[in-house]
Structures are given as structure tokens and as C-alpha cells.
């Protein structure tokens, strides 16, 4: 499995915004393209001082399933121009890492 991080920065009146932005329009768009071996994504939300911190964790299969959702150059990072408009900056490229344990736990 591959978890695909990126980070997005916005200031704290435009962090609403971001966040319908991708919840309501970004998030839903991705879904609707029933990527295969796309698994699921996390959306994190942070007051970091002047700037609140936005992160998402997309889950994949493979590299494959991710280039099937990005392209060839896999690192570039997937911010829709709406959501460009209200962050102050973010990453260019993101960061894939191999899932070596993730365990469910049972309640």
C-alpha cells in the first residue's frame, strides 16, 4: 500500500473556505473517477499560528494506482484552481511512502 501525503497552508479567514472547497468539490471529484486501487483519503486540519495547516493522506494500492489518478510524474501535487485561491502556498510535490504496518483495531 502507498500512502500519499501533501501539505496545503492557508490563512484562518480563508480556512472555511479550503476546507469546502476540497470536501465538497475536490474530494467528491476524485471519488467520482472510481480510480482502481484508489482506497480512501484523510483530510487534516490544524491552527498553526497565522496560518492554519491542511494535510491530506491519499491510500493506494500501488504506484500504479497513483499514476492512474495523477499521471506519469506521480510526485506533482493536485491542487484544483479553486483551491490554489485560497491557500497562501503548498507543495509542489508530494511525498509517497510504502505502508509497512497498518493495523485495525478492533473495538
Known amino acids: 500500500m502507498i500512502a500519499r501525503l501533501w501539505?496545503?497552508?492557508?490563512?484562518?479567514?480563508?480556512?472555511?473556505a479550503y476546507e469546502r472547497i476540497v470536501r465538497g468539490e475536490v474530494i467528491p471529484g476524485i471519488e467520482a473517477r472510481a480510480i482502481a486501487g484508489f482506497q480512501h483519503i484523510d483530510l487534516l486540519r490544524r491552527h498553526d499560528g497565522a496560518e492554519v495547516e491542511f494535510v491530506t493522506i491519499m491510500w493506494f494500492d500501488d504506484i500504479a494506482a497513483v499514476k492512474a489518478f495523477v499521471g506519469e510524474d506521480h510526485e506533482v501535487?493536485?491542487?484544483?484552481?479553486?483551491?490554489?485561491?485560497?491557500?497562501?502556498?503548498?507543495?509542489?510535490?508530494?511525498?509517497?511512502?510504502?505502508?509497512?504496518?497498518?493495523?485495525a483495531q478492533g473495538n
Open 77 to 103: 501535487a493536485h491542487v484544483p484552481a479553486a483551491a490554489r485561491a485560497v491557500l497562501k502556498r503548498f507543495d509542489e510535490r508530494v511525498a509517497h511512502y510504502h505502508v509497512l504496518d497498518r493495523r
Open 7 to 16: 501539505r496545503g497552508w492557508t490563512s484562518p479567514h480563508n480556512a472555511d
